[in-house]
């Protein structure tokens, strides 16, 4: 019943900013953790951060800490990227979970992924 949708992706400029959107249905967001996460194509799929039930933010990668952030609507959570660098190219994905973690298998569902190009 529940399902994500990731949206927002596209071509953007180094040192530019993205919002990224995941709607969800089937769930009540407010006592859900939502992670991100992005995987580059040929490379590991890795943690970014979490938006917890009690809506704080849990930046995963120490190097993205103080470009990414996420916010949370009535049934949408955003992730916000500044200052855009080659290596945020990659697809992202939001996940839904009773709790936030840092792994991916602790999620219980999934979007499909949206794709970010960082391209002069």
């Known amino acids: 019943q529940v399902r994500l949708e990731e949206s927002g992706g596209g071509l953007v400029q180094p040192g530019g900013s993205v919002r990224l959107s995941c709607e969800a249905s089937g769930r009540n967001l407010a006592v859900y953790g939502i992670g991100w996460f992005r995987q580059a194509p040929g490379k590991q799929r890795e943690g970014v951060l979490c938006?917890?039930?009690?809506?704080?933010t849990i930046v995963y990668k120490d190097s993205l800490k103080g470009r990414f952030t996420a916010s949370r609507a009535k049934n949408t959570v955003y992730l916000h990227m500044d200052n855009m660098k080659s290596e945020d190219t990659a697809t992202y994905y939001c996940?839904?979970?009773?709790?936030?973690?840092?792994?991916?298998?602790?999620?219980?569902?999934w979007g499909q992924g949206t794709q970010v190009t960082v391209s002069s």
């Open positions: 938006i917890s039930e009690d809506e704080g």
């Open positions: 996940a839904l979970g009773n709790y936030c973690s840092a792994y991916g298998s602790h999620y219980d569902f």
